[in-house]
C-alpha cells in the first residue's frame, strides 16, 4: 500500500541540505541516504514481509517473486519541495513505514510544519 505523509512549513524553512542532514542522522547505520534527481532514497537491509505473515497470514502480506507488488528492498523517499515535503513509501512493511513516520514527525516538530491528514 502506498502512503505519502506531506509536510508544509510556515515561515520556518529547512534548507534541502538540511534535510538531508536530519535524514541521514536520523536513520544513523542502519540505513543508506541516496541524494538522487527525485529527491532523497533511503534505503534498508532487507526484502520487506509482513510482521504478521507467520502468525496471522490472512492479516499480512506477501511479495511474490515476478507480482506487481514485489519490492526488494526496504526504502522511503523524501522529495523535497520550495514549501514542503513529502515522505513516501510504496509497499513497505511495519518497520518501513514506521521509520517514514517518525521522520515526518521529526520534520513537523523540528521546523513546525504541518502535516496534511
Partial sequence: MACDRFIYWGE???????????????VGTVGKVE????GLFCTFQGIPAS???????????????????FVQTCWF????????????????NEFTNAA??????????VWNGRREE
Fill in 35 to 38: 541524494n538522487t534527481t527525485r
Fill in 77 to 92: 523517499e523524501v522529495c523535497v519541495g520550495a514549501n514542503s515535503i513529502d515522505i513516501i513509501t510504496r509497499s513497505q
Fill in 100 to 109: 517514514a513516520e517518525g521522520f515526518a514527525a521529526l520534520c513537523a516538530r
Fill in 12 to 26: 520556518t524553512r529547512p534548507t534541502p541540505k538540511q534535510i538531508q542532514q536530519v535524514l541521514e542522522d536520523y
Fill in 51 to 69: 510482521a504478521l505473515r507467520r502468525v496471522a497470514p490472512e492479516l499480512g502480506f506477501s511479495h511474490e517473486e515476478g507480482s506487481e507488488m
